[in-house]
């Protein structure tokens, strides 16, 4: 277990298979290369996150507790290995215009800044620039509500994309497939 102090919420990691892991903790936890998977803790001794990688000298990343971390836990310690589906987007938070907010009441969504080839995101009509603003009529804006929802009861099942693409809402389908390394 390790303590440190955390300096930022919300930061994204590149993992080595270039999938980016959103919604990480920055801390001054002391990492070594290899000793990733360690609890860190708070002041009172909860567990606040898995520590996940070494960003550089003093300064170390980890993926917050939450009901997705604790799903991974769950299915780790039931499957030996967690399934999670895939779409082949990179996104970011943005806001959304006044006009949109008031339309959609959100006030940011999920701006796609890649769509990879071949990928169902591809497949299904999604571009670059468009801003997602709801999956299954659930509505995103936070790096990580996308992710959240990526899990393995998405493999295989359709789901509808709601995105505002050129000033007008429009409607996708897409596929998740399974996310192999």
């Known amino acids: 277990m390790t303590a440190g102090v955390v300096s930022a919420l919300g930061r994204s990691l590149r993992a080595k298979n270039g999938r980016l892991i959103e919604d990480v903790i920055q801390t001054d936890a002391l990492l070594n290369p ?11 001794g909860r567990v606040v996150g898995i520590n996940t990688a070494v960003a550089g000298i003093g ?20 499957d030996g290995r967690v399934r999670r589906a895939y779409l082949g987007l990179v996104t970011a938070p943005a806001p959304l215009t006044p006009a949109w ?9 999920l701006q796609v800044a890649e769509v990879v080839d071949g990928s169902p995101a591809a497949l299904s009509g999604l ?8 999956v299954d009529g659930r509505p995103l804006g936070d790096a990580g509500s996308l992710q959240r929802l990526l899990l393995d009861d998405a493999i295989g099942h359709r789901v509808e994309i709601t995105v505002l693409r050129n000033g007008a809402l429009v409607d996708v ?9």
Request: proline share 4%; charged share 15%.
């Open 34 to 44: 290899g000793n990733s998977g360690g609890a860190l803790a708070d002041a009172d």
């Open 101 to 109: 907010s008031s339309r959609t009441g959100q006030t940011t969504a």
């Open 127 to 134: 571009h670059r620039g468009d801003m997602v603003l709801a």
């Open 59 to 78: 300064l170390g990343l980890a993926v917050p507790m939450n009901a997705t971390t604790n799903r991974i836990i769950y299915a780790l310690l039931h």
């Open 173 to 181: 389908v897409a596929e998740p497939v399974e996310l192999v390394d």
